[in-house]
């Protein structure tokens, strides 16, 4: 089983950045895949990123984030990376990732991001 700890919410100004963290409890390596997701009050969970596992590292990111946030991971950290940069107010939500590992899905626990106008 994955576990999957997030970190590096916040507060921040629009215009802003924060850097999310999310460690793994195994080696990301062995994923096959992890991805960020967000979920603002009242509304769905909604894909902001993914990274494909093992060698490739192929990324995709949600149009509305494109150009601002970058996804990477950290194979020798067993970490993932969510960069995010000209934050905006609609950007504030509950921040999760996942991984997908021989087709069953973990969650990380949420971290909060807050964009403040």
């Known amino acids: 089983q994955v576990q999957l700890v997030e970190s590096g919410g916040g507060l921040v100004q629009a215009g802003g950045s924060l850097r999310l963290s999310c460690a793994a409890s195994?080696?990301?390596?062995?994923?096959?895949?992890m991805g960020w997701y967000r979920q603002a009050p009242g509304n769905q969970r909604e894909l902001v990123a993914t990274?494909?596992?093992?060698?490739?590292?192929?990324?995709n990111y949600a149009d509305s984030v494109k150009g601002r946030f970058t996804i990477s991971r950290d194979n020798a950290k067993n970490t993932m990376y969510l960069q995010m940069s000209s934050l905006k107010p609609e950007d504030t939500a509950v921040y999760y990732c996942?991984?997908?590992?021989?087709?069953?899905?973990?969650w990380g626990q949420g971290t909060q991001v807050t964009v403040s106008p």
């Open positions: 990274i494909a596992g093992g060698g490739s590292g192929s990324t």
């Open positions: 195994e080696s990301i390596f062995s994923i096959d895949a």
């Open positions: 996942n991984a997908v590992k021989h087709w069953v899905l973990y």
